[in-house]
């Protein structure tokens, strides 16, 4: 795309902009995702022939799935602009169990498509439902198991489990997901969480990726009064947790 | 006769849908690709309305604005800005500039884009 590359170019050059490198940046993310709604809508109007039912009902799970994209990406927009303040958090009660099940849905097409052996490994005790921004907590699982899958080889293997923790301080539901994929280099794990931050490793594998997933997984637990944190080993896989307290309703 | 809508888009798959849509609903749809062409084809096909992008390259959607406004022989031509720029200060600046309207794509239908060409339409 010569013509990006090479506005790209000028704002690299220093040139002065009304549109800073963020801003351009969720701007560029938010151009697939505008195409994309226009066109779903467009197929279930009609405009491109008639859809069979089976074919509508898909079409609007995809619709869910990419306005849910498109707000992730406003929001972190506004965490830029505004800094954490900037989300705007929707309190329900969420059922842990029920969104882990359809966050892991979405990813079991690459997930089968690498052949990936997913371990789901549930709590015997009913998982409480908490208080949480649904659609957020649900991005952040859904990050961390993307990563996972992305950096695992054909034919590894991810675990992924949750549960109830207590302590002093109260309830904690505690996610987990681990790989034995590539790891993180020892010296790169302090900038893990930072936004844009790709490792040396995966950058040399041409995996793709906006090196933001973790950035945002952080804003969006810490914006749950949570903690994620991981443990890692160079070539061995890494493990990523988070906690978020279990709140009931006011 | 059909009107003649202009759209100055540079994403190949976004023209494609308007011009899906706007021929559904009877337009004739021209094209431009870039800042620079938009307004040469503005100039030259002076169309009924413009349907204008601000992230171009080239020329961006702004510029297109500011240089059509300020040529008598096309400044009366209705330009609506359908961008995915949505801050607050871009849709003003767009508006005092002369747009008659402002959609921001993560955010509009695109059958609200024919029902305000056909309404500005209507009253000219």
């Known amino acids: ?250 | 006769m059909a009107k003649n809508i202009l759209v100055i888009e540079d994403d190949d798959f976004f023209r494609e849908l308007l011009r899906k849509k706007l021929s559904l609903n009877d337009f004739n749809v021209l094209e431009a690709v870039d800042g620079e062409d938009g307004i040469k084809a503005v100039k030259e096909k002076k169309p009924d309305l413009v349907i204008l992008d601000l992230l171009l390259p080239n020329v961006d959607g702004f510029e297109v604005l500011s240089q059509v406004k300020i040529d008598s022989a096309v400044a009366s031509i209705p330009i609506i800005i359908l961008s995915n720029l949505g801050q607050q200060e871009d849709i003003e600046r767009g508006l005092k500039m002369g747009a008659i309207d402002y959609l921001v794509k993560s955010q509009f239908d695109i059958n609200q884009v024919v029902d305000k060409i056909k309404n500005v339409l209507e009253k000219k």
């Open chain 1, 1 to 250: 795309m010569p013509e990006r590359i090479s506005r790209k170019s000028k704002i690299k050059a220093g040139k002065k902009t009304e549109i800073d490198l963020i801003s351009l940046a969720v701007h560029q993310l938010e151009r697939p995702l505008s195409a994309i709604n226009v066109s779903l809508k467009m197929l279930l109007e009609g405009d491109f022939g008639s859809v069979t039912k089976e074919q509508r009902h898909i079409i609007r799970k995809i619709l869910e799935r990419n306005k849910a994209m498109i707000f992730l990406v406003n929001d972190f927009f506004n965490v830029e602009k505004f800094g954490s303040k900037g989300l705007v958090y929707k309190w329900t009660m969420v059922d842990i169990e029920k969104l882990v099940g359809s966050v892991v849905k979405l990813a079991q097409e690459e997930i089968s498509n690498k052949k990936i052996r997913l371990e789901l490994e549930k709590t015997r005790i009913k998982m409480p439902k908490i208080m949480a921004d649904e659609e957020k907590i649900g991005v952040a699982i859904q990050n961390l198991i993307d990563n996972a899958v992305k950096y695992t080889p054909p034919g590894g293997k991810i675990k992924i489990s949750y549960r109830v923790k207590g302590g002093e301080k109260g309830s904690r539901v505690e996610f987990k997901v681990q790989d034995y994929g590539i790891g993180i280099p020892e010296d790169q794990k302090k900038d893990l969480f930072t936004k844009f931050f790709r490792g040396r490793n995966v950058v040399k594998m041409n995996i793709v990726g906006s090196g933001l997933g973790l950035c945002i997984v952080k804003s969006i637990i810490e914006g749950h009064r949570g903690k994620v944190w991981f443990k890692s080993k160079d070539n061995q896989g890494s493990t990523f947790f988070f906690t978020i307290p279990v709140r009931q309703k006011d």
